[in-house]
């Protein structure tokens, strides 16, 4: 009776950590993930609307275009990093090694997008896929 009961508090402690882990950790960063695919995908068609409004570059159109397209790729800066700091503290918090491994190679994915901006786009169907291994850790 005593060994059942160990067993079942240990295994409820498991899953209540790994309940934690998923309110604190992976739904922010699932959060932080789906509004850089739509900020990149913005940032794509705002391009494609630029080349269009490129037949005159002096158009108010194509400045205000040059002008949303800067302030969306600052916001996007901005949740990058803060998507590497949740993935930093989910690092520090995880107590499963295949976790840590797996946030570990997310946050080097993030760093690396960080630094290369201008090819955004094809890297975050990098992240989406890292980001899904982790999400099938638990």
């Not at 059942?4 to 950590?17: C, E, Q, R, V």
């Amino acid at each position: 009776m005593l060994v059942l009961s160990i067993g079942t508090y240990k295994g409820l402690s498991s899953i209540g950590s790994e309940i934690e882990e998923i309110a604190e950790f992976q739904v922010p960063l699932n959060k932080a993930i789906t509004e850089l695919e739509q900020d990149i995908l913005k940032e794509e068609i705002l391009t494609y609307e630029l080349i269009i409004a490129s037949k005159d570059v002096h158009s108010q159109e194509f400045k205000g275009l040059e002008a949303k397209i800067e302030k969306l790729e600052h916001q996007t800066d901005a949740k990058i990093i803060e998507a590497e700091k949740l993935v930093e503290e989910a690092i520090a918090h995880s107590h499963d090694a295949k976790a840590k491994a797996t946030y570990a190679e997310f946050a080097k994915a993030l760093k690396y997008s960080n630094m290369n901006k201008h090819n955004l786009k094809n890297h975050s169907k990098r992240l989406k896929i890292i980001w899904n291994r982790v999400i099938c850790l638990i």
